[in-house]
């Protein structure tokens, strides 16, 4: 079963910045929050993760709280082309030890003009 | 950054007829690789863990004889698709891990069955 629960849509207009939160209560020491995204019939899209640290890429910014039992992934300013399902996953990482990805349902982030 | 390429990427067959979907690493060796499933409006479903030059781990619930998987070189997975019937008309996704336990996505395969 996913470790992760995350609201089942949101939206956001064009332009501001998407919070997208999710939690994560019963992770372990030696997992990572990864966030994936999915644009309608692709495959998934790598976006950040991070295991303990705030973390920054050229697509969003990911904030993990101090007891690693939330998160929250800013995308901050969101197009239209942003409008996808976003996976929260929590997953060892690292090496032949690296483990699955345990999709949960995502939240599916609708961007409006 | 690394690729991970599906194929076919979709494909349409008669009832009980077999379908092979590949899944190649394009610029890493992968010794591990992982198949998903997804139904409309719904997530994806792990359906097995494939391990180069052993034998699939299957998720609880998956038939290893219908959904038969071969490992047979770094790059290289397939996912055969047994006796196909309309209820296995799903997207299939594929993914393979790196040296660095990276994870990458392919593209995708759906698969309709007639």
Redesign the interface.
């Known amino acids: 079963d996913a470790k992760t629960t995350q609201p089942t849509s949101m939206d956001c207009a064009e332009g501001r910045a998407a919070n997208l939160p999710c939690n994560h209560s019963t992770i372990s020491g030696n997992e990572y929050v990864y966030w ?1 995204r ?1 644009i309608h ?6 976006i950040i993760h991070g295991l303990k640290n705030n973390e920054t890429n050229e697509m969003a910014s990911l904030i993990i709280t101090e007891d690693r039992k939330s998160s929250t992934l800013i995308l901050p300013h969101a197009t239209l082309r942003d409008t996808a ?1 976003y ?1 929260c996953i929590v997953r060892v ?6 483990g ?7 939240t599916e982030l609708s961007v409006k003009p | 950054g690394a690729v991970v390429s599906q194929h076919p990427s979709w494909v349409i067959c008669k009832s009980g007829t077999s379908v092979k979907i590949e899944c190649r690493s394009l610029d890493f060796q992968a010794t591990t690789m992982f198949w998903y499933r997804q139904f409309p409006k719904q997530s994806l479903m792990l359906m097995a863990t494939s391990n180069e030059g052993s034998k699939a781990t299957y998720e609880q619930g998956v038939e290893k004889d219908k959904f038969l998987i071969n490992h047979a070189s770094l790059t290289l997975s397939t996912l055969t698709v047994t006796s196909a019937h309309p209820e296995d008309s799903s997207f299939y996704i594929c993914s393979a891990r790196d040296l660095t336990g990276e994870l990458f996505f392919g593209e995708g395969s759906r698969l309709t069955v007639l």
Do not use: D, E, T
């Open positions: 994936y999915q019939s692709q495959g998934p899209q790598y399902v996976y990482a690292g090496g032949n030890q690296g699955k990805l345990i999709f949960g349902q995502g």
